[in-house]
């Protein structure tokens, strides 16, 4: 294994920036890309008449792994150190992806797309690689790069799963168990370790309930400081789900959009997002504090929210992004000020807590939402996204009393 990353090593720091990068965008075009070929690949292995009870069975079975092996991956890192979760996670996702491009039956489908939520689950890895190599001035620049790469990934992942696909359903799989294969690579070879391991002589026993998921859920429950971020992030979760859900069926709805110029509103909503969140969220920060860069953007997104639930034409959706986007600036400052919340030797455990309320999101929210959009469709479709505003204005208090400072010496955190 590589020695730890040197404090001063700025050009080897950057580097392993780029890498973890690489490895977040890789992650979101993998969960991307199987959206546009889903439903013909479903339909060639199962010939069913309908195939959503099937996507929906899939969607959830990709979230609940996530939801189960983030806090399990990030307490790893701490005892492990990060680079060797990372390598596995990649190795494993390369493999899947090939399982996933020759696999002749659903529940193999079912089994790789079960290993890729695992694999994905790396997330929290990489959230904690960034806190370990950053200080706390850079957390908040470098969070919002984190999140814009996420973004970018899944711009690029349903574009190139519709590309490859029309020349065959397998091809995307191959595609990106070869990309997967390339930042392994590059991660072996150009990934230091950024927090050295604990050392085998003054390393615990190792306890094999360390690795139930729940363990730290209710090591979160016990610190009650840690209970109202976690709740936080859950929120911010639930209420980005509702345009994975609702997004098409409204457009077409309200606007009669086809699927062009639903690919079209999504893919100048990942542009404008990927902008905001690279270049804004350190400036923010710097000029009003976390907190306030918090409800800046749930304020920004609020506006937005408003609009879109009135509009009646389609040229206002496309206005009103740059504002929308904006709302996406809260989501690092509330990752920077996390980050202070815990000591250094419980990041990994911590950040995987936070990945898990985010799945945890992503498997119970969806239902939820669909059912609102199904009962309010033939009056008001736009009456949705007041669903969501009413999500943010629950966590608005939340976020009125977080601490802006480390509740404990560093040593002692956590």
């Not at 997330?123 to 620049?141: E, M, P």
């Not at 457009?251 to 893919?267: K, M, P, T």
Request: hydrophobic content about 55%.
């Amino acid at each position: 294994m590589k020695n730890p990353l040197p404090a001063t090593a700025s050009p080897v720091r950057q580097r392993a920036l780029a890498v973890i990068f690489a490895t977040v965008v890789l992650d979101a075009i993998g969960i991307g890309l199987i959206f546009p070929i889903l439903p013909a690949l479903l339909q060639e292995v199962t010939h069913a008449a309908s195939v959503a009870p099937y996507i929906g069975s899939m969607t959830a079975l990709y979230a609940l792994m996530q939801l189960i092996f983030a806090p399990v991956l990030g307490a790893l890192s701490d005892r492990l150190g990060r680079r060797p979760v990372l390598l596995l996670s990649l190795a494993g996702a390369a493999v899947n992806y090939l399982f996933l491009a020759f696999a002749p039956s659903l529940w193999m489908l079912l089994l790789g797309r079960a290993i890729a939520g695992l694999t994905s689950a790396n997330v929290s890895v990489a959230t904690a690689y960034i806190t370990d190599i950053s200080a706390q001035g850079t957390r908040a620049r470098r969070f919002g790069l984190l999140n814009a790469m996420f973004g970018a990934g899944f711009i690029i992942g349903p574009v190139l799963g519709g590309a490859l696909g029309d020349y065959g359903l397998r091809l995307p799989f191959m595609a990106a168990a070869l990309l997967n294969t390339c930042n392994l690579l590059l991660a072996w070879f150009a990934l230091p370790e950024s927090r050295p391991p604990v050392r085998p002589s003054t390393r615990p026993a190792w306890d094999l309930t360390a690795l139930n998921p729940l363990r730290p859920l209710r090591w979160v429950l016990a610190k009650r400081r840690l209970l109202p971020i976690t709740l936080i992030f859950f929120a911010f979760s639930a209420a980005g789900e509702v345009y994975g859900v609702c997004w098409a069926l409204w457009g077409q709805d309200a606007f009669g959009w086809n699927g062009l110029w639903i690919g079209l509103s999504l893919g100048a909503f990942g542009v404008c997002q990927a902008l905001a969140q690279a270049f804004l969220p350190g400036p923010a920060v710097r000029l009003l504090g976390e907190r306030a860069t918090i409800l800046a953007g749930v304020a920004c997104a609020c506006v937005a929210l408003v609009v879109m639930a009135f509009a009646s034409r389609s040229w206002m959706i496309f206005a009103i992004m740059p504002v929308f986007a904006l709302g996406g600036i809260g989501a690092p400052a509330l990752q920077s000020l996390a980050t202070r919340q815990v000591a250094d030797d419980r990041q990994g455990q911590f950040q995987g807590v936070l990945a898990s309320a985010v799945s945890l999101a992503s498997v119970l929210c969806p239902l939820v939402f669909s059912s609102i959009y199904f009962g309010v469709r033939a009056h008001w479709p736009g009456a949705i996204w007041l669903s969501v505003i009413v999500v943010y204005a629950a966590l608005v208090p939340l976020v009125l009393g977080l601490p802006l400072a480390s509740t404990t010496p560093a040593s002692s955190r956590g």
